[in-house]
């Protein structure tokens, strides 16, 4: 199956969507991932993300929240990014109707789909790439409160330089979760999982180890 672009009707507004099927020789999964705050469906570390994965046999489904489709920088309010998230959910199992269905993405969007996990949304696992556990340089102001309510199977993947979640902080609030949860941190990656020069290695590697990572993760979830 070649790529398919949708059109998802959320409330009475609409977006798109683009399905891309695995590359590897068998797709064993589909995610649906959604993009961080300041990007888009088609920005550079959701398109990195994106073909890492199609290459360790999962399909991918991203698309726009509805602010970034009408070409607003001003995210929607949490409801409004989660209802989305569900709406496009349900397209891809119309669909696609996928063995198994993982939900997560980018920042912000996995923070939206790690709330609908939390209020028991129905799928095979969930999968966050840099989660922001707090706003820059506030780390007294923790989006953590749902995290214990999820059930699902989740791993997390973090850069041990991001900005936005400090991992002593993360491992506390780990304390208190009770899902299958598996953190992995990459060394020396920032919030867009970049590594400096000085670390040795570049963000290809990085990318490598996401998906080693996450091919690993999902060998379990199925199996």
């Known amino acids: ?24 020789a068998e797709e064993r999964a589909v995610f649906v991932c959604a993009h961080g705050a300041g990007g888009n469906m088609s920005d550079r570390s959701m398109l990195a993300a994106a073909n890492t994965l199609r290459a360790r046999g999962v399909g991918v489904v991203r698309f726009n929240f509805l602010y970034k489709e009408k070409g607003s920088g001003r995210p929607d309010p949490m409801p409004k990014l989660m209802d989305t998230v569900a709406t496009v959910v349900g397209r891809a199992r119309e669909e696609l109707d996928p063995k198994t269905l993982i939900i997560g993405g980018r920042s912000m969007g996995g923070r939206a789909a790690s709330m609908l996990a939390a209020d028991g949304f129905t799928a095979d696992g969930l999968l966050l790439l840099a989660y922001p556990l707090h706003p820059e340089g506030q780390p007294e102001k923790l989006r953590d409160a ?32 009770t899902a299958p949860w598996e953190m992995h941190w990459l060394e020396g990656a920032d919030h867009s999982f970049h590594v400096l020069k000085s670390s040795g290695r570049n963000d290809a590697a990085v990318l490598v180890e996401v998906g080693d990572v996450s091919e690993r993760w999902l060998s379990r979830l199925t199996g």
């Open 1 to 24: 199956m070649s790529a398919v672009e949708w059109r998802v009707a959320v409330g009475g507004e609409e977006t798109r969507a683009v399905y891309e099927p695995a590359t590897a």
């Open 146 to 177: 749902h995290l214990p309510r999820i059930t699902m199977s989740v791993l997390c993947i973090n850069g041990t330089r991001d900005g936005l979640c400090t991992p002593e902080i993360m491992k506390r609030v780990l304390t208190t979760v």
